[in-house]
């Protein structure tokens, strides 16, 4: 889609890419840098919240800091791909607190998960005993990140 095609102009797409920088900006700072007053600012904000483009505004934690170091990505064959047994995975896997992201992909295997724990031997426990018992997995391997080279949520 082009700029001409999208729904939203110049000025949205810097709003946007302010507010993914900094969501905690203030509306006077935010006016300054996409320079425009702010009641018109708001009355933007409001439209891009309202039309799904700003689905919400968060914290961003630093899991470290918490005590949960350790990456691991998951691949994940299932038994059964029918409808079904997929709704009965993803509602299950949305259940693990350990379970950062959890993608379907198109590949040799079905899903790619993301887990965060505090050590290898708390990520062995959530394998064996969680994810491992999730419906339908018939197979998992494991991929431990060494160090994390870029992450959009820093």
Known sequence: MSDQDSPLDQIDRRILTELARDGRISVAELSRRVNL???PLQARIKRLERDGYILGYRAVIDPERLGLPHVAFV???LSDTRKAALEAFNKAVRALSEVEQAH?????FDYLLKVRTKDISAYRE???E???A???VAHTSTHVSMEAVKDDAE
């Open 126 to 128: 959530v394998l064996g």
């Open 37 to 39: 007053s702010k009641t």
């Open 104 to 108: 379907m992909i198109a590949s040799s």
């Open 75 to 77: 691949e994940v064959r």
């Open 134 to 136: 999730l419906p339908h």
């Open 130 to 132: 969680k994810i491992s």
